[in-house]
């Protein structure tokens, strides 16, 4: 093989291996964002859930 092939290959390889960790990284974006609307969630109903101030 050439020069110009090798680089061609190890370029294609970096780009494969680059887009398999930015396609984890956005699943682990996604999971991140649900969790943190689940507790969100939990915030609210807690807050909800606590005794009032008496209104002045």
């Given amino acids: ?3 110009a092939s090798d680089d061609r ?3 294609a ?3 494969v ?3 398999a960790e ?3 990284l956005q699943t682990r974006i996604d ?3 649900e969790e943190l609307t689940v507790l969100n969630e939990r ?3 807690i807050s909800a859930a606590l005794p009032q101030p008496p209104s002045r």
């Fill in 1 to 3: 093989m050439t020069h």
């Fill in 9 to 11: 290959i190890g370029l």
């Fill in 13 to 15: 390889a970096t780009v």
């Fill in 17 to 19: 291996a680059l887009t």
């Fill in 22 to 24: 930015a396609a984890g």
């Fill in 31 to 33: 999971e991140l964002r």
């Fill in 43 to 45: 915030m609210a109903a």
